[in-house]
C-alpha cells in the first residue's frame, strides 16, 4: 500500500478532530467518512451450491507442461503479450474472467506458479474474506523474498490474521498512524511546499522537470518527521533514503519486475534468481538504525502489546518504507499524470472547488473542510485509485472448497488452491462502471457516485469498510486517501492548471510537469 501550495500562512495549525487510541479497538486511528448501507457491500459466494441463477462451470484453462508451461506464460507476460494483453488474451480464449494460469516468476524463485485468476468486479472480493481465504506469506504472490532483507523477521504483510503477531503488529501500526496526527498536515504542506516551489525554479530553468526524484525526497522527509518526528536531514541518514528504499524494494520485488534491460538477460537473471542479500544489507541496516534512534515512543508502545523491540523496528521499516513511501511512490505521480491528462477543464473546477473551501475556513486546512467541502477533491482520488491502483495485485489460498461466482458462472475451488486477482480489471470492470478506461474526475460525486466506492477495493478491501485487527485492509488505508487529497489541495492552491510528458518506470508512471500556471484567483 493508496498529494500540496499557497495558504494565507504556511505554518498555521490544521484544525483537526481530537481522536483517542485504545488498544482493544478494531478501528484505525482516524477514518474518512463514506456512507454506505450493508447491503452496498461486496459479496463473496462460498456455499455448496451454485446460485440458482449462475451455471456451474469448470474452471477453463490449464497450466502446461510442468516448467515448460509456467516459463512460457512468465515470457508472455513480461515480453511477447505484456500484463493487461496477457490477462485480455485468455479472457477472449476462455470467455471466461476465472480461469488457470501460471504466474511469475515461477521456478526456481517460485516451486508453484499455478494460480486461479479473478479478473471481474464480482470474483475479486472474495479474496478480502478472511474466513474463506489464507493470506500466510502471500503478500508478493506465489513467492516469498528472504527474511533477510526484513531483518530475519516475517514482517506484518506477510502474516494471516490468524497468526499471534498479527494482531498486536497491526494495533502497533494504528499507533504509529494516530500519536502524531496533529503533525500530518503541517508536515504535510511544508514537504510538498517545498517540492513545488523547488520543481517551479527547475522548470524555469529547464523547460521541463522530472516529478519523481522530487516526489520521493518530499515523500520519505513528510513521513519521517510526521511520524517520527525526526527530520532525516538532521540524521546520519540524510538525503540517502529514497535511493536506499527503492534498491531494498527492488531486491524484494524485483522478479515481478521489467527494468528494461534485453529480454532474455533480464529473464536468466532477474525473473530466475533471486538477488542476494547481502548486496544490500548494509545500506538496509543504515535504515534500520535511523528508525531504532528516532521511534522511540512507537517502540515503547510495541513493548506494552508484547511485541519486542527488534521486531517492531523492522515491522516500521516495512510499513513506512515499503508500504507508505513506496505506495505515495506510485500513487503520487499517477495522481499528477491523470490530472494532466484530464485537461484545464477539470482543473478548473477543482481550483474553484479548494480555493473556496479553504477561504471560508479561515486558511485552515483541516479533516472536516477536506471531508465535507471538497467532494470533486474527494473524488479525483478515488477515480485515480480506482483507475491505476497502486498495488495491482492480491493473493489468498483457499481454506476450504469454495464456489465463487463471476458475472456469468459459478465455479468450484478446492481446499489449497490459490487465487490470484488482478486489481485493475476488477477495478475497470465495464458491467459496474461507465466508461470504466476513462479518467471520470466527477464519478464519485453524489450518492450514486458513493454508491460506486465499494467497487474500489486498492486497500486489500472495499472503500466502504475499514481495517481491523481481524482483516488483511491495508492499516493506513485513510491515511493514504488523505495524503492523496492532501497533494491535489496543494497542487490547485498553488496554480490554475499544468502540463505533463509521461512515460513509464519499473515501479508506475514516469511524470514531467512542462507547464506550471500559478494561482490566478
Known amino acids: 500500500m493508496a498529494a500540496t501550495a499557497a495558504f494565507s500562512t504556511p505554518n498555521s ?39 440458482a441463477d449462475l451455471p456451474l462451470r469448470k474452471i477453463p484453462g490449464d497450466y502446461g507442461f510442468p516448467l515448460l508451461g509456467s516459463i512460457k506464460d512468465r515470457f508472455a507476460y513480461f515480453y511477447t503479450e505484456g500484463c493487461d494483453a496477457f490477462f485480455r488474451s485468455r479472457i477472449r480464449r476462455y470467455n471466461s474472467t476465472v480461469f488457470r494460469v501460471n504466474m511469475p516468476p515461477g521456478p526456481p524463485i517460485s516451486a ?12 475479486f472480493p472474495i479474496l478480502f474474506d478472511t474466513s474463506a481465504v489464507e493470506k500466510r506469506d502471500l503478500f508478493t504472490g506465489t513467492f516469498m523474498p528472504s527474511t533477510d532483507l526484513t531483518g530475519g523477521y516475517r514482517v506484518l504483510s506477510y502474516l494471516d490474521p490468524s497468526e499471534p503477531l ?35 525554479s527547475d522548470l524555469s530553468k529547464q523547460g521541463k522537470v522530472d516529478f519523481g526524484p522530487g516526489n ?29 528504499i527503492t534498491k531494498w524494494v527492488l531486491f524484494q520485488i524485483g522478479p515481478l519486475l521489467t527494468i528494461g534491460l534485453p529480454r532474455f538477460i533480464e529473464d536468466a537473471t532477474l525473473h530466475s534468481f533471486r538477488l542476494p542479500p547481502a548486496l544490500i544489507r548494509a545500506d538496509y541496516d543504515r535504515l534500520a538504525d535511523f528508525f531504532r534512534e528516532s521511534a522511540g515512543p512507537v517502540l515503547d508502545e510495541a513493548n506494552r502489546l508484547g511485541i519486542s523491540r527488534e521486531e517492531a523496528v523492522h515491522n516500521l521499516v516495512f510499513s513506512i518504507c515499503f508500504n507508505s513511501f513506496g505506495g505515495m511512490k506510485i500513487l503520487f505521480p499517477n495522481i499528477v499524470k491523470w490530472l494532466g491528462r484530464a485537461g484545464g477543464r477539470l482543473h478548473s473546477r477543482l481550483a474553484a472547488e479548494v480555493r473556496a473551501a479553504v477561504r471560508s475556513n ?15 477533491v474527494k473524488s479525483v ?33 478446492k481446499t489449497g488452491e490459490v487465487l490470484f486477482g488482478y486489481q485493475p480489471f476488477a477495478t475497470k470492470d465495464p458491467r459496474v462502471f461507465d466508461r470504466a478506461e476513462e479518467f471520470v474526475g466527477d464519478r464519485f460525486v453524489g450518492e450514486e457516485g458513493e454508491r460506486l466506492l465499494r467497487h474500489v477495493v486498492w486497500s486489500n478491501g472495499p472503500e466502504t469498510e475499514g481495517p481491523t485487527v481481524e482483516n488483511k485492509q491495508c492499516a493506513g488505508k485513510d491515511f493514504v486517501v488523505l495524503v492523496a487529497r492532501l497533494l491535489v489541495i496543494e497542487l490547485f492552491l498553488r496554480y490554475d492548471s499544468f502540463e505533463i510528458e509521461v512515460g513509464s518506470s519499473a515501479l508506475g508512471s514516469s511524470v514531467k510537469l512542462t507547464s506550471l500556471k500559478r494561482a490566478s484567483f
Open 362 to 376: 479561515a486558511g485552515q486546512i483541516g479533516m472536516r473542510v477536506i471531508e465535507e467541502e471538497m467532494p470533486l
Open 166 to 200: 498479527h494482531a498486536p503488529l497491526k494495533k502497533l501500526l494504528f499507533f504509529l498512524l494516530s500519536h502524531r496526527r496533529r503533525s500530518l498536515i503541517p508536515e504535510f504542506r511544508r514537504a510538498f511546499g517545498s517540492l513545488f516551489s523547488s520543481l517551479e
Open 112 to 123: 508453484d506458479p499455478r494460480v486461479i485468476a479473478l479478473l471481474d468486479a464480482v470474483s
Open 13 to 51: 495549525s490544521p484544525r483537526l478532530p481530537l481522536f483517542s487510541y485504545r488498544t482493544t479497538t478494531s478501528f484505525p486511528p482516524f477514518s474518512i467518512t463514506i456512507r454506505s448501507s450493508i447491503a452496498d457491500r461486496p459479496s463473496t459466494l462460498s456455499a455448496n451450491a451454485p446460485p
Open 216 to 244: 520521493d525526497r518530499a515523500c520519505f522527509d513528510f513521513l519521517s518527521r510526521a511520524l517520527l518526528g525526526r527530520d532525516p536531514a538532521d540524521s546520519p541518514l540524510g538525503s540517502d533514503a529514497p535511493g536506499i
Open 381 to 413: 482520488v478515488y477515480e485515480a485509485l480506482r483507475i491505476e491502483p497502486p498495488v495491482s495485485m492480491q493473493y489468498g489460498k483457499a481454506k476450504r472448497d469454495l464456489l465463487i461466482r463471476s458475472h456469468d458462472a459459478a465455479f468450484e475451488v
